[in-house]
Antibody, heavy 121, light 110 residues
């Protein structure tokens, strides 16, 4: 069974750094893109970017380029999303998902359960 | 403002057929495939339709997708109360070089 298990909820202060994780099992981690999607409270889904763990090729949405860093550790089949300086506007649920097929033609399946990040002073 | 445009809400009674539209442009739906995701309240999104009209294993045949030009549609027939959820369309956008989502449609079963 393919599973993506994300790290637990986080409560942080503005300016703090954070790294959340997405551990996968049930398939070869290196062979599929992994993406990150943001959902702000009461809002829709926003694509943040993807990484190909096999060679660490990473693509970012223009909206998130420079705001976050996506990385992966093949040795432990885990993808990461990190911030160096959080803002209150980063408060959201963050999902990781496996991207099947080529980027232009592909789709996300399955999804992780989500990590809720709350940034408040 | 989402790149793909969906109606914010839709509704129907049990047993009815409902369609949800998704409008894009030549740089996304017009040149790439469309996927649909279902998000039940308080849960992670789940794949519903991939590559315009393909149902993954386990998705009932009550759900169907179609695409024409720069628009796509999701149809749900034999509406059931458990279909109450948010539905999102998505496609790759060649101009933005990334995935774009619709704003989501909240389906209410009356």
């Amino acid at each position: 069974e393919v599973r993506l298990v994300q790290s637990g909820a986080e409560v942080k202060k503005p300016g703090e750094s954070l790294k959340i994780s997405c551990k996968v099992s049930g398939y070869s981690f290196s062979e599929y893109w992994i993406g990150w999607v943001r959902q702000m409270p009461g809002k829709g889904l926003e694509w943040m970017g993807v990484i190909y763990p096999g060679d660490s090729d990473t693509r970012y949405s223009p909206s998130f380029q420079g705001q976050v860093t996506i990385s992966a550790d093949k040795s432990i089949s885990t993808a990461y999303l990190q911030w160096s300086s959080l803002k209150a506007s980063d408060t959201a649920m963050y999902y990781c998902a496996r991207h099947l097929s080529q980027l232009r033609w592909g789709w996300f399946d399955p999804w992780g359960q989500g990590t809720l990040v709350t940034v408040s002073s | 403002q989402s790149v793909l445009t969906q109606p914010p809400s839709a509704s129907g009674t049990p047993g009815q057929r409902v369609t949800i539209s998704c409008s894009g442009s030549s740089s996304n739906i017009g040149s790439n495939t469309v996927n649909w995701y279902l998000q039940l309240p308080g849960t992670a999104p789940k794949l519903l339709i991939e590559t315009n009209n393909q149902r993954p294993s386990g998705v009932p045949d009550r759900f169907s997708g179609s695409k024409s030009g720069t628009s796509a549609s999701l149809a749900i027939s034999g509406l059931q109360s458990e279909d109450e959820a948010d539905y999102y369309c998505a496609a790759w956008d060649d101009s933005l070089n990334g995935v774009v989502f619709g704003g989501g449609t909240k389906l209410t079963v009356l």
